[in-house]
Nanobody, 123 residues
């Protein structure tokens, strides 16, 4: 069973950047596809980005495409989310998630979740 811990959240001005990290432990990281999701107050959790086990396949939501970059370092058991050109509507709690084998855009497909990292974007 894998445990996930996010870090790197914080407060940033609109147009700024943040990099989130998600460190995994307790499992064989390279066999898990990883995803990032976010949830703003009063809204449902939404897909942000996903990456396959080896990093060759990546998918983004339309709302972040071109601004966010997901990557992973299997040697460090870590997945990253580089967020550039942040907008107030990007403010949310960001969660990383893991699932064995292929990646997915559906939160219900992910078995393991971190506790989340708060991202606040001021206008």
């Amino acid at each position: 069973q894998v445990q996930l811990v996010e870090s790197g959240g914080g407060l940033v001005q609109a147009g700024g950047s943040l990099r989130l990290s998600c460190a995994a432990s307790g499992g064989t990281f390279r066999v898990y596809a990883m995803g990032w999701f976010r949830q703003a107050p009063g809204k449902e959790r939404e897909f942000v980005a996903a990456i396959s086990t080896g990093g060759a396949i990546i998918y983004y939501s339309d709302s972040v495409k071109g601004r966010f970059t997901i990557s992973r370092d299997n040697a460090k058991n870590t997945v990253y989310l580089q967020m550039n050109s942040l907008k107030p509507e990007d403010a949310a709690v960001y969660y990383c998630a893991a699932r064995p084998a292929s990646y997915s855009r559906s939160s219900s497909d992910y078995a393991y979740w971190g506790r989340g990292a708060q991202v606040t974007v001021s206008s």
